[in-house]
């Protein structure tokens, strides 16, 4: 056994109990808008069959699958011939049948297909849980992280796109971050794809531009060049990306430039519908046209959604799109489906960059006895049980230790009240309470203590 310093994997974390009270408040804010929509939980097993996730996230994706190997003697069920090719696909076929689940969009159109006499439609989930990738760790990237995400499936009305323009608005309205939602259309990218003549390379084409703001035009040129594109396509194309103005400008040009793609002009028209509805509750947030955007995931045939935070650079914190086919891959046809996920990862790494969680949300414990003694703890012991029973979070110090220990473990905890019970309170019945941020201390009777603590848990 070595024994060396314990370690994680690289790309995942632990966290302290400061670190989760704030992922805490994050999932909170993102499920009780979820609820306020509708939207009912769900939850899935951390491993898929991998044949349910391969080929729904295209070449790349399928790269990043955190692969299971099989139980038992599973190098007997591999030829020696297989061993010498180092085909890593075939191998890796014949290693593992299962495989952590990627995102939570695949294995939820599993979920529907396999559930789907039990489910009312059109069907509104929500389901916050891990997932796994097996990326390079970065910065606002690990290869384990949380997805928020929520779903209809049954419907294909633009309405629950506007909807999920709300849901983005409110969220992050509540987090007090403000972000630009970028939106396009994957039939926009169709019609694009047909306009520059290589309407079958529609893949190879949103693969690169959805790199656009990460590695710049030039290199997203030589990409395309890369894949076979023409030098007249690929100039053809890149006026069209910089296309600029205002949505409804932008959407007047692309339909002079697509008009003789059926699919594109559909897509038009389908962004100027949500853009009409969203118009309807106006938002605090900023919706943008962005022609580059393409997300690089082959299962999105309609919205494409992706937001950024804009006043710390990061990359997406919350992502999504509509989904017509997903569930016609599993055998369930005719579902069209749209969803989101927030990226609670990254969307913690922007509230503290920013400075935005409130200064008391790692606060447990509200009220801290401290321990005299026997019969100071005897004391203490049957008040604290009755606020506990009123919601108010409190513990008695386990040791009757020297009062600065006490106090400073009160402090470190950041535990804002302290009672005290010594010998002159027990003979007059009453408790000293003090404030650990003021210093201020009074004595209190413990029918005064609970109105203490009741009267401000309501205000």
């Not at 447990?364 to 100071?376: C, S």
């Amino acid at each position: 056994m070595s024994k060396g310093k314990p370690g994680i994997p690289k790309g995942t974390r632990d966290f302290d109990p400061s670190e989760v009270a704030r992922r805490d408040l994050i999932f909170y804010t993102i499920r009780n808008v979820y609820q306020l929509h509708g939207f009912k939980p769900i939850e899935t097993p951390a491993m898929e069959n991998l044949s349910t996730l391969m080929g729904k996230y295209g070449e790349e994706g399928d790269r990043l699958i955190f692969r299971i190997l099989n139980s038992g003697d599973f190098p007997s069920k591999v030829t020696d011939a297989e061993w010498q090719s180092k085909d890593a696909a075939k191998l890796s076929a014949r290693l593992s049948e299962k495989a952590l689940r990627y995102d939570l969009t695949v294995p939820f159109a599993r979920f529907v297909v396999q559930h789907q006499h039990k489910i009312t439609f059109p069907f509104k989930r929500y389901q916050i849980q891990p997932v796994w990738r097996a990326d390079r760790p970065q910065k606002g990237r690990y290869r384990e992280f949380f997805q928020c995400d929520a779903d209809v499936i049954g419907s294909d009305s633009l309405a629950n796109e506007a909807e999920f323009m709300q849901i983005i608005d409110e969220v992050f309205e509540a987090l007090n971050i403000r972000v630009r939602v970028l939106l396009n259309n994957r039939k926009i990218l169709v019609g694009l794809a047909e306009y520059i003549g290589f309407p079958d390379q529609i893949t190879d084409i949103t693969t690169a531009i959805d790199k656009l703001d990460k590695i710049g035009m030039n290199q997203v040129i030589e990409e395309l060049l890369s894949k076979g594109l023409s030098k007249e396509a690929v100039e053809k194309l890149q006026p069209v990306l910089m296309i600029s103005g205002n949505n409804a400008e932008k959407l007047a040009l692309l339909r002079d430039i697509l008009n003789s793609s059926p699919e594109g002009l559909q897509g038009i028209a389908e962004m100027e519908t949500l853009f009409a509805i969203s118009a309807q509750t106006p938002l605090n947030c900023e919706l943008e046209l962005d022609l580059c955007l393409a997300r690089g995931l082959n299962y999105y045939t309609g919205t494409i959604i992706e937001v950024k935070a804009t006043d710390v650079p990061m990359g997406s914190i919350c992502g999504g799109g509509r989904y017509d086919d997903l569930t016609g891959i599993f055998g369930l046809k005719g579902m069209s489906g749209i969803g989101i996920s927030f990226g609670a990862e990254r969307i913690y790494d922007v509230m503290l960059a920013l400075g935005l969680f409130p200064e008391d949300v790692d606060t447990y414990t509200q009220l801290l006895a401290i321990n005299f003694g026997d019969e100071e703890r005897d004391h203490c012991l049957p008040l604290l049980n009755k606020l506990r029973k009123k919601g108010v979070r409190c513990e008695m110090y386990p040791e009757a230790s020297k009062i600065k220990k006490q106090m400073q473990y009160a402090d470190k905890n950041r535990i804002p009240f302290v009672l005290i019970a010594g010998e002159e309170e027990i003979h007059n019945g009453l408790y000293s309470l003090k404030d650990m941020k003021t210093g201020n201390q009074e004595n209190l009777s413990a029918e005064q203590l609970e109105n203490f603590f009741i009267g401000s848990s309501k205000s």
